[in-house]
């Protein structure tokens, strides 16, 4: 179907007049599809779901809309203050719809806001870590096991570690050859996983589990924290994880694909100003415990996310959208260049977390 087709099909289905009507890809994100809807009047963000991602879409709407309502409840009685991604219905009243066998969802656009793949300076990390904060604290009396597990395991170490060790052994497109040095490399880096495995006395919590930067919202006038976004994930987990994608994603002055590895480097300015954004908001239920495993968490999410790159790199590429063959690998190594100068700098970063 052609982009104008689709644009009609979709502004039928969520009642916008097709006076004007434009459909144009907007952001960065790797696993659906995201779209902005406009004509004269009115803008919706309409996103095709990755049902290879998420095979059952109904349960991922189905959650979302449920931290939507909670989210809703705490805003009106002030208990949050950050906008609220509200899911659009059709005209019949249904949240998902399908288009040749495909599911599209709508949400409610964010007027002037704007996101990051890279974080400027220490003040923008802490305006993002302190929205994040905001988002767990009011998350923190909603029931977590309400939501439906969309991708189980979603942040166990010790089961990507055994898909990664799968898909060396199936080789199905011959790269496994060729990356010896980074299969090696994450060979001896396995020991995280017990770290993992072994956490006491840290809860589980309801969790975005994508804090990447590019998942929150800036305002364009003010440069405040507008929404936090991309609710597909949440699910339980360690405020750790969210913590540490936050510490993967904007602590290095380069992007997650830039080749300029010896640039990639964790930013000590940023780091501070993320434990210092996201504890803020958390301090009234947060255990020491909890804080300190942070560290873990700084260390796992870069190291993690790369492994999983490299994962989809030996499977062909099947999961992240690539923008040219080499792509996974060269997101893989910059996780690792990245994890690599935060492990080198243990002492410093941990005596950040320590220090609170
Ligand atoms: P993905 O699941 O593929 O990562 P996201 O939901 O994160 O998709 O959306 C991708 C990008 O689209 C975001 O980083 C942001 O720039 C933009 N975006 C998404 N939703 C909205 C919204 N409601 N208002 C404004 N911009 C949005
Ligand atoms: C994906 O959807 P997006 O681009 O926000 C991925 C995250 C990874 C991230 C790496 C559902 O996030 O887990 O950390 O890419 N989302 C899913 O940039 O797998
Ligand atoms: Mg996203």
Known sequence: MNTSALATQLSEQFGLSTEGLKLNPIGNGHINTTMLLRNKAQALVVQKLNTDVFPEPEQLVNNAR????????KAASDQYQLEIIKHVPTQSGDYLI?????????????????????????????????????????????????????IPNFHNLSMRIATFKHKIAADVVGRVAACQNEIAFCFDQFSLADELDNLTNVPLRPCHNDTKINNMLFCKNTESAKAV??????????????????????????AEDSTALEQVKVRHDIFHALVKGYAKPLTPFITEQELLSFWLGAKVLPFMIGLRFLTDYLDGDNYFAIKHPEHNLQRARNQFALYRDIVRHEQTLKGMLEQL
């Open 98 to 150: 399908d288009i040749q066998g495909e599911k599209w969802r709508a949400l409610e656009f964010i007027r002037g806001s704007y996101s990051e793949e890279v974080v400027q300076n220490a003040a923008q990390a802490e305006i993002a870590a302190n929205a994040f904060g905001q988002f767990a604290a009011a998350l923190q009396d909603f029931d977590a096991e309400q939501l439906y597990p969309v």
């Open 66 to 73: 449920l931290i939507e309502q909670h989210l809703t409840h």
């Open 229 to 254: 976004i991309d609710l597909d994930t949440c699910m339980p987990g360690y405020w750790l994880c969210d913590f540490g994608d936050m510490v993967r994603t904007c602590c290095s002055p380069e």
